[in-house]
């Protein structure tokens, strides 16, 4: 694994994430054999608004049931199987993390999800799937890991059918920089290559999508993360949540994204493009 992906991978990879989820799940004194999606919710929703953000990117992309959709950049599914759930849809996640793609596989069985739900370890930028192999992309917060936007989104367009519609949800820069390290999704700078809405955009359309929706979302983050403060002494972490995807200072994270998108370091989009029908 290149370098540039290999820290990036590290940084997703906790030891034994299934075992510690289901560990406090039973803390929580939930009954395993009725675990639901929302009990798993505030663990496996792993971008900005979670669960609303979701619910609102269902809606606008109007999957049918008939589909069958790629998640890229899955994380442990959470948005995945909701996905599913609600539309009817298959849906097949990948992710660059084998921890994740652990996890997301074993909670996805322990919902009993598996016949529409199915999951695989890869980089977004190889995807091992012929061209045109899926009816929709879904794409939450994965960008800002991936320095070639171009690279990324000329490998997501050529497995999506023509006529197919892609919904991405995605962090771009600000006008200011630079960003206050370490935030959700990168320790330091050498993980996150943010861009402007503008060049976000420009590399969708030049890898050929047209773009049908594109909303500015960073005042909805900015209410999101309103309350987020500069953590003292030792964290209160909740029983379950993403720290334990990427680590204990969860709570420093967050308050440098409520700076970063209070000073328009960062900025929140939603998009939904569509592959030209080939004439
Ligand atoms: C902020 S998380 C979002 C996860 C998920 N989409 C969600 O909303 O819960 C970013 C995810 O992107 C994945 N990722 C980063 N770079 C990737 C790459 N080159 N290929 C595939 N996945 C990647 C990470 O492993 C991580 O799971």
């Known amino acids: 694994m290149a370098r540039d992906i290999g820290h990036i991978h590290g940084y997703y990879s906790p030891n034994d994430l299934y075992n510690k989820i289901i560990d406090r799940l039973n803390k929580l004194g939930k009954d395993l054999s009725k675990v639901t999606l929302d009990d798993l919710q505030p663990v496996d929703e792993f971008h900005i608004r979670g669960d609303a ?47 994740y793609i652990d996890t997301a596989e074993r909670l996805t069985q322990l919902l009993n999800m598996q016949e529409r739900v199915r999951f695989h370890a890869c980089s977004a930028l190889e995807l091992p799937f012929a061209d045109s192999s899926f009816d929709g992309i879904w794409s939450l917060q994965m960008n800002m890991n991936v320095e070639d936007k171009v690279a ?26 630079p960003l206050y390290f370490p935030v959700p999704w990168a320790q330091d700078a050498t993980m996150s290559f943010l861009v402007s809405p503008e060049s976000f955009r420009d590399a969708m359309m030049c890898v050929g999508f047209e773009i049908q929706v594109w909303n500015d979302k960073t005042d909805l983050a ?47 989009i939603e998009t939904l493009a569509v592959k030209p029908n080939i004439s």
């Open 152 to 177: 990324w989104l000329r490998e997501t367009i050529r497995v999506l059918k023509p006529g197919g519609r892609a919904v991405l949800y995605e962090v771009c820069g600000g006008k200011n920089t």
């Open 53 to 99: 953000a979701t619910r609102e990117l269902i809606k606008l992309a109007e999957f049918r049931p008939d589909m069958h959709i790629l998640d890229v950049g899955c994380g442990i599914g959470g948005s995945t199987r909701r996905l599913s759930h609600e539309t009817g849809c298959r849906v097949t996640g990948i992710d660059l993390s084998d921890e």
């Open 222 to 268: 900015q209410k999101a993360f309103a309350n987020a403060k500069e953590p003292v002494g030792k964290p209160k972490l909740p029983v379950l949540g993403v720290y334990l995807l990427v680590g204990n200072d969860i709570q420093t994270k967050a308050y440098n994204l409520h700076r970063n998108l209070d000073e328009q370091r960062v900025s929140l």
